[in-house]
């Protein structure tokens, strides 16, 4: 659950720009576009160590999911 705690953009305790996500799920949406913010934040997600899914509005979603 959110503790209403923002991040800086530094990175964190734990080395990674996105501490306390790793071994979390997220859903990212709006990730069909190969140069847009969702895949972005897809792939920054998943360095960070989430576990990630993606959904889009468009069929281009399987070349994003290949992507990853």
């Avoid at 209403?4 to 530094?10: A, E, L, M, V």
């Avoid at 895949?39 to 979603?61: E, F």
């Amino acid at each position: 659950a959110w503790r209403g705690r923002y991040h800086r953009r530094d990175t964190g305790s734990e080395g990674t720009p996105l501490p306390g996500v790793k071994d979390r799920v997220a859903l990212v949406t709006g990730a069909g576009s190969a140069d847009g913010i969702g895949l972005a934040v897809a792939r920054a997600l998943l360095a960070a160590g989430a576990r990630v899914g993606i959904t889009s509005t468009t069929a281009r979603i399987h070349d994003r999911l290949a992507e990853l």
